[in-house]
C-alpha cells in the first residue's frame, strides 16, 4: 500500500481482500484510519505522522483492522517514509495476522493447562504422603511455604519461587517407600527401623530424577 496525502494511493488486490472489499480501487482515495477499528486510531494515526514527518523512517506494529462488512482481523504492518511520485508518502506492507494470533493463544492455554495438571499431580504426591505419615501431615507444605517466604525476602523471581515451593512439597516424597506401620509407630525407632526411614532421602531422589523439571528440584 501507499499512503499520501493523508489517503490511501494505492493498494493492491491482497490488501483489498485481507480488508473484504471487491477490488483495490475501493480503497484509494479512502482515509487509511477508516480500515482501522476505533480502539487503535490513535496509535495508527500517531505512527502515520511520525514518518512522514521523518521522526522515525520505519515502523513495524500490529493493530485491529475494520472490514467492510464491519467485522475485524488482527493485521501487521510495516511502513517506511519514502517518495511517491516526488511527493513524501509512506510505503508499506500488511500482513493478516488473525490465524496466527488464535494459533498462539491457542498453545498458551494448552501450556497453562499443562501447567495446572502438572501442579496438580504434585498436590495429589503432597496429599499422598501425608496420607501415610499423618504424624508430619502438613510438614511438606509448611516447609513449602517457609521457603518460598524466604525466597521473596531474597528477591528471588516468581519462576524461582515456584521452584522453591515445588521442591518444598515434594522433598519427603521418599517416605512413600517407608513401610506406614513404621511411620506410624507411636514409640522409639529400632536401629533397622531408623534406618529406613533414614533412606526416605535417597528414596525421594529417585522417584524424582528421571522427572523433566524446570528448576533444579
Given at each position: 500500500y501507499i499512503i499520501q496525502d493523508g489517503k490511501f494511493a494505492y493498494v493492491?488486490?491482497?490488501?483489498?481482500?485481507?480488508?473484504g472489499y471487491d477490488s483495490a480501487d475501493a480503497l484509494v482515495g479512502r482515509d487509511p484510519l477508516s480500515v482501522v477499528a476505533e480502539k487503535d486510531r490513535g496509535i495508527v494515526a500517531e505512527n502515520i505522522r511520525r514518518r512522514l514527518d521523518g521522526e522515525v523512517p520505519?515502523?513495524?506494529y500490529n493493530f485491529t483492522a475494520l472490514r467492510e462488512d464491519g467485522s475485524t482481523?488482527?493485521?501487521?504492518?510495516?511502513?517506511?517514509g519514502a517518495t511517491?511520485?516526488?511527493?513524501p508518502a509512506i510505503i508499506g506492507l500488511i500482513q493478516d495476522i488473525s490465524e496466527k494470533k488464535r494459533a498462539e493463544e491457542e498453545i498458551q492455554r494448552y501450556v497453562e493447562q499443562l501447567k495446572t495438571a502438572f501442579l496438580s499431580t504434585v498436590e495429589v504426591a503432597t496429599i499422598i504422603s501425608e496420607m501415610r505419615d499423618p504424624y508430619t501431615a502438613g510438614?511438606?507444605?509448611r516447609v513449602a511455604g517457609i521457603a518460598v517466604a524466604i525466597g521473596t525476602e531474597l528477591g528471588f523471581d516468581p519462576h524461582r519461587r515456584a521452584g522453591l515451593r515445588i521442591a518444598g512439597q515434594l522433598h519427603d516424597i521418599g517416605k512413600i517407600t517407608v513401610p506406614s506401620e513404621i511411620l506410624s509407630k507411636p514409640g522409639r525407632f529400632s536401629a533397622i527401623e531408623r534406618q529406613l526411614v533414614q533412606q526416605h532421602a535417597q528414596a525421594s531422589y529417585d522417584v524424582l530424577k528421571n522427572v523433566e523439571w524446570s528448576w533444579p528440584v
Open positions: 493492491n488486490p491482497r490488501f483489498a481482500e485481507i480488508f520505519r515502523i513495524a482481523t488482527d493485521v501487521g504492518v510495516h511502513g517506511a511517491y511520485q516526488g511527493r510438614h511438606e507444605r
